[in-house]
Structure formats: C-alpha cells, structure tokens
C-alpha cells in the first residue's frame, strides 16, 4: 500500500481550515484568517505524526482533547471561559456533524453486496462490520456536509428571528371569528389614503366561505373594482363593509385591493394584545408566506402602545 503522506496533510489542512471557520462563524467570533491557517497547520501536522511509529504514545484521548483546546486557542484566543466553552462545544458538535453525515452518505451509497462484503465472522461466531471509507469520498463530502449544516443553521436562525414578529391575528366581523398567524411588518404603511386608517393584508382564502363565490380564484387575476362591480347586495351580506384601497406594488402600476371592514381586530405578540377598531383587512389573493409561517401581515400602527384601545366589555 502507497500512502501519500502530502495529499494527507493537505486534505487535513483544508478541513481543519473549514471546521474552524465554521465553529467561528457558529459562535459569531471575530476570525482572524492567519490564526486559522496556523490552528489547522497544527491539525494537519499531528496528523501526520500518526506515521511516525515512536510518536504512537500521542494518540490518546487526552492527547486528542488537549491538541483542540489549543487548536481553538491559536484560532480565537482566549476571551473568557464561557466563550472558550462555547467555542469547544460548537468545534466538536460540527466535527460529529460532518463525521456523522458522512457514514450515513457513505451507507445511503453502498449496495447490499457491499454491506456482506464488510461482514467478518469470528471463531467464536460473533460477527463485526468492517468501515472502508475511501479517502477521496470523506474529501469530496465534507464539504458538502458542512455547507448543508451551515444552510440549516442559517434557515434555523432565520426563522427564530422571524418567530419574534409572528404573532396571533383575531378579527371579528359581524358575529363571525376568524384567527391566523400574522407578521408584524415594520416596512408596511399601507393606509386608505382618504381616512388614514392603516390596512392589514390577510390571505383572501381565511375570508373563502364568507366571500362570493364568484370571486374564488380571481382576485390575483381580475381587477378588484371588477369584482366589486360584480356583486350584488343581496348576493353578499358584507357589501356594506367592501372598501377599495388603492396602492402601488414592486414593479407595478397603480393597482386597488379589496377592504373589508371589521367589527374588533385583536394582535398578540408575546406578552403584549392589542386591541384596534380603526383598521382594514386587505384581501390577498395569493399566499403570503411559502412555508404557511404567516397568513396576514400586521401594520406596525396596529401595534403600537398607544393604539391600544381599552377592553371590550
């Protein structure tokens, strides 16, 4: 067997490299790009050290643990124990991750002839499984999995983040109740540009029962002053409460959207419900948010201490 001990150390090199600058970027540390390369060069090195017969005596655990305390500490120094904890944390849950996700691509890939292949039975007819890893796949995957691990992460913080200005919308119109998910927009200053009264958009298909038929599917292709025209007092109880409200959308004309007029809209965010009379539920014909996170988008007015109007009796 030819080992090529400068390929070794430079595939360790280039992990060591991006497992510290992942475990940087998780924690939100300030990296510096030479104290990286030099952590990793350290790596790489004891690496290499494992093909030095006389330097066995270095493969212990605690040789391991104490080789990546110093490794973080060329890489980030030492701040304080809480960050230098939360540094080791983060460094080992990302090895284990991308070690992880790449035995179980390495399973996902293999056919049932190389699983019985791996099989050896003992003498004393036990049976153990034999890991041949091929050096070329743990250099091509690892990357691929910590891109992935760092895509979740960040689709993960995205959403907590997001989380915090979701909250519960309550709108009540003549007797009838209807609660959604809502996202409080600070951008949002949709208002009637006569009255000043701020709009909340929610998604057409909550109101779907309550609404004319006729207008199932066309409010994101028909004109709202169309439908409107369309409608009949008698054919919709809520004719009175229908509002036009122009405003202009991204890359588009002057265009109007379909109001409806409650009765009490009711905005729980956290720990704080506010409570607003003076406000229009603008109909969106399509979805609001992809993964189903919202289903309105709350104007900022709406929540704000001041516009808290007192309980209803």
């Known amino acids: 067997m030819v080992v090529y001990i400068d390929l070794i150390f430079a595939a360790n090199l280039l992990i060591d490299g991006i497992l510290l600058w992942l475990t940087g970027w998780l924690v939100k540390l300030k990296m510096s790009w ?33 080789l990546s305390l110093f490794m973080l500490w060329i890489a980030f120094g030492f701040t304080s124990l809480q960050s230098y904890l939360r540094s080791l944390g983060a460094f080992y849950i990302i090895n284990f991750a991308a070690a992880g996700g790449i035995l179980g691509i390495h399973y996902l890939l293999q056919s049932s002839g190389d699983i019985w292949n791996g099989i050896m039975f003992t003498a004393s007819g036990g049976h153990a499984y034999r890991l041949q890893i091929g050096f070329g796949f ?44 809502g996202l409080l927009d600070t951008g949002n200053r949709l208002c009637d540009p006569l009255t000043r009264i701020p709009v909340m958009v929610m998604e057409a298909s909550i ?5 004319p038929a006729s207008w199932k599917g066309r409010l994101t292709q028909d004109g709202a002053d169309r439908l409107l025209l369309e409608t009949d007092g008698q054919s919709f109880a809520w004719q009175d409460r229908i509002r036009l409200v122009p405003y202009r959308g ?31 539920i603008g109909l969106d014909g399509g979805t609001l948010s992809g993964d189903g996170a919202y289903r309105a988008v709350i104007h900022p007015d709406l929540a704000l201490k001041n516009s808290v109007e007192a309980l209803p009796s």
Request: net charge neutral.
């Open 250 to 280: 991204i890359n588009r004309g002057a265009s109007f959207m379909l109001a409806l007029k409650p009765d009490l809209v009711v905005i729980k965010l956290g720990e704080d419900t506010f409570y607003n009379k003076r406000v229009l």
């Open 207 to 211: 109101w779907e029962g309550y609404l």
């Open 34 to 66: 030479w104290r990286l390369a030099l952590s990793a060069l350290v790596g790489a090195l004891y690496v290499v050290m494992m093909f030095v017969p006389e330097l066995s005596f270095l493969y212990t655990f605690l040789i391991k643990f104490g």
């Open 138 to 181: 743990v250099l091509v995957m690892i990357p691929l999995v910590l891109v992935c691990f760092r895509a979740v992460h960040s689709s993960r913080i995205r959403r907590e983040q997001l989380e915090s200005y979701i909250g519960e919308v309550i709108v009540e119109i003549d007797g009838v109740t209807v609660s959604c998910p």
